[in-house]
């Protein structure tokens, strides 16, 4: 099982829809979680941090699953500017710490 | 809004060649960070470095590759003798804190190398 798995899309989805995307990760003991946004050739950004009680931002809502090891991002009212890749990112602690990246799911927002 | 600054936006070299590439993380940052993500792949770890010296590094960050911190600004990333699987997008990448916010890191624009 790799260690943080996301579905690679592409989603394709009408303006104004609302899509989720799911991430899993193989390491129990992970202690943090991260969605990042990445455009086309350019650098990641940090989209949220995901909270254990889960948290929201906007249209953006990122829930944590820890029994079943997965976070998810809803989008809501989807926009066109909403198509990117996002990046699930999780960091373990403990004697090796890192970070451990997602390959991305890819979203197309259509008018 | 302070930002990470990353240069040269494109970088062309025979294989072979030395490369340095630089970073400008934020200001008030500690930690300090090079990815590289080759096209179409996905965002790999190079190095992490803390207080002047590497904290982390992966099987990537091979002799080949070496970091420093010259001026108490710039951060910058050697490729000593670089190979044609070294063209990627190296992404350089500050964050304030660790613990916890571990993960919340700010990234530079990236350097696009192409090795021929």
């Known amino acids: 099982r790799k260690e943080v798995e996301q579905d690679p899309g592409p989603f394709n989805v009408p303006e104004g829809a609302t899509v989720a995307f799911n991430c899993t990760y193989s390491?129990?003991?992970?202690?943090?979680f991260f969605w990042y946004r990445q455009d086309c050739r350019k650098e990641p950004k940090l989209l949220m941090s995901v909270y254990s009680s889960g948290n929201e931002d906007g249209r953006f809502t990122a829930q944590l699953n820890r029994a079943s090891q997965y976070i998810s991002l809803l989008i809501r009212d989807s926009k066109l500017s909403d198509s990117a890749t996002y990046l699930c990112?999780?960091?373990?602690?403990?004697?090796?710490?890192?970070?451990?990246w997602g390959l991305g799911t890819s979203l197309a927002v259509n008018p | 809004e302070p930002e990470v600054t990353q240069t040269p936006s494109h970088q062309v070299t025979q294989m072979g060649q030395e490369v340095i590439l630089r970073c400008v993380p934020i200001?008030?940052?500690?930690?300090f960070y090079w990815y590289r993500q080759i096209l179409g792949q996905k965002v790999e770890f190079l190095v992490s470095f803390y207080n002047n010296e590497i904290s982390e590094k992966s099987e990537i960050f091979d002799d080949q590759f070496s970091v420093e911190r010259p001026d108490g600004s710039n951060f910058t990333l050697k490729i000593r003798s670089t190979k044609l699987e070294d063209s990627a997008m190296y992404f350089c990448?500050?964050?304030?804190?660790?613990?916890?916010?571990?993960?919340?890191?700010?990234f530079g624009e990236g350097s696009r190398l192409t090795v021929l």
């Open positions: 200001s008030n940052h500690l930690y």
């Open positions: 990448a500050s964050s304030e804190s660790a613990g916890a916010r571990t993960g919340e890191l700010f």
């Open positions: 390491n129990s003991a992970s202690q943090s």
């Open positions: 990112v999780v960091f373990n602690a403990g004697n090796n710490r890192k970070l451990i």
